[in-house]
Structure formats: C-alpha cells, structure tokens
T-cell receptor
Framework: DTAVSQTPKYLVTQMGNDKSIKCEQN?????MYWYKQDSKKFLKIMFSYNNKELIINETVPNRFSPKSPDKAHLNLHINSLELGDSAVYFC??????????FGSGTQLSVL | GENVEQHPSTLSVQEGDSAVIKCTYSDSASNYFPWYKQELGKRPQLIIDIRSNVGEKKDQRIAVTLNKTAKHFSLHITETQPEDSAVYFCAASINSGNTPLVFGKGTRLSVIA
C-alpha cells in the first residue's frame, strides 16, 4: 500500500487554467505539507497543515489554495496558472516536524 | 528563520571512493538533521538522520556527523557504488511544534564506474 499518494503524476495545461492536485496519506500522521521542487531541484515548503489546520503559509501567491477536508487529505488548487508555476509538486506527511514521507510528485507543465 | 547551505552542488567520484557532502545551518535551536536521497524521477527518501544530542551516526556505508558548536553537519558515503548516484539533500528543523524541514539546495552525486 502506498503511504502517501498524490494524483495526477503528470499535469500539462495551458496558462490561465485552474487545476488541482490531490494527496492522501494512510500513515495516520497529523501533519501534511506541500513542497515545490523547481528545475534546479530546490525543495521549498509551500504549506503545512496540522490536523486540518493551516500552520505554515510561506510566501506563495494567493492563486495557490490548499484544502484539507480531513487530516488524511491535503489538496492543492491552483488558479490562473502561469508559466513559472511549472515544477514538481510534492505532498508529504510526518508524525511531527521530522521524517517526511513524500508522495511520488506531480510534474506540472504550464504551456 | 532557518537557512541551510549545502556544498558542493555537484560531486563526481570514482566507484569505491568516498563522498562527503557538507551542510551548515543558521538557527542554533535546530535539533533534527535528516538526509534525503532523490533518484532521477523519484521522490526524496530519508536515508539517515541525526539529532542534536548525538555527534555521529552510522548505517552501513553511510554516516552523518554533527558539530553543534560550528552549526554544521556532513554526510559520508564510503565505498561508493553506481547506485549511490542521485541528488542528496540535507535538512534541518526544530523538532517541536510545527516547524517544517528546511532543505539545502541539494548535491548531485555521480559515481563513475
């Protein structure tokens, strides 16, 4: 069984569109995250949720809106996609602020 | 907030040689230091971690050392093999509350057979 699963794996879309990425973890962790990995492989925290509550919201455009319906799910919705949004987005979960378990990533390409 | 610097950005070694990757951190309150390995097209995966109450930790061919005074920690891989080729990330966090891991920028390790 996959511990942290995210869909879709690949997402190709036009500028200006709205898209969502879904993430689910079956590890029973309280904390979930979204990280963005750019073309230079830099991993940068975007959001952190603890038990459905937003804990961290780094300097991310408000076109990005996370939603956590329950502590096992953290989805990411992106409005008005821009070229610079192209990256790999990783969902992750952890029992505390350590030992991140990453999803397999979603490669977003904005054309 | 925490800032993690990682060097080198790329590293090539001959198979069987050792590889060392170094990181420094800025927040003296950080007390948890994991290392992640990311193979091409895959997710980052934890390979070893160390807490601030320990100076060194080993797991087979990999070891991590921590110098709290100097605020730096290092990953050592001995007897490198081609399958060690990947991007390695160090990270640091305060293991309390909701402080997330802050990652270094990664080191691309190539092991040449």
């Amino acid at each position: 069984d996959t511990a942290v699963s995210q869909t879709p794996k690949y997402l190709v879309t036009q500028m200006g569109n709205d898209k969502s990425i879904k993430c689910e973890q079956n590890l029973g962790h309280d904390t979930m995250y979204w990280y963005k990995q750019d073309s230079k492989k830099f991993l940068k925290i975007m959001f952190s949720y603890n038990n459905k509550e937003l804990i961290i919201n780094e300097t991310v455009p408000n076109r990005f809106s996370p939603k956590s319906p329950d502590k096992a799910h953290l989805n990411l919705h992106i409005n008005s996609l821009e070229l610079g949004d192209s990256a790999v987005y990783f969902c992750a979960s952890s029992p505390q602020s350590e030992k991140l378990f990453f999803g397999s990533g979603t490669q977003l390409s904005v054309l | 907030g925490e800032n993690v610097e990682q060097h080198p950005s790329t590293l090539s070694v001959q198979e069987g040689d050792s590889a060392v990757i170094k990181c420094t951190y800025s927040d003296s309150a950080s007390n948890y230091f994991p290392w992640y390995k990311q193979e091409l097209g895959k997710r980052p995966q934890l390979i070893i971690d160390i807490r601030s109450n320990v100076g060194e930790k080993k797991d087979q061919r990999i070891a991590v050392t921590l110098n709290k005074t100097a605020k730096h920690f290092s990953l050592h891989i001995t007897e490198t093999q081609p399958e060690d080729s990947a991007v390695y990330f160090c990270a640091a966090s305060i293991n309390s509350g909701n402080t997330p891991l802050v990652f270094g920028k990664g080191t691309r390790l190539s092991v040449i057979a």
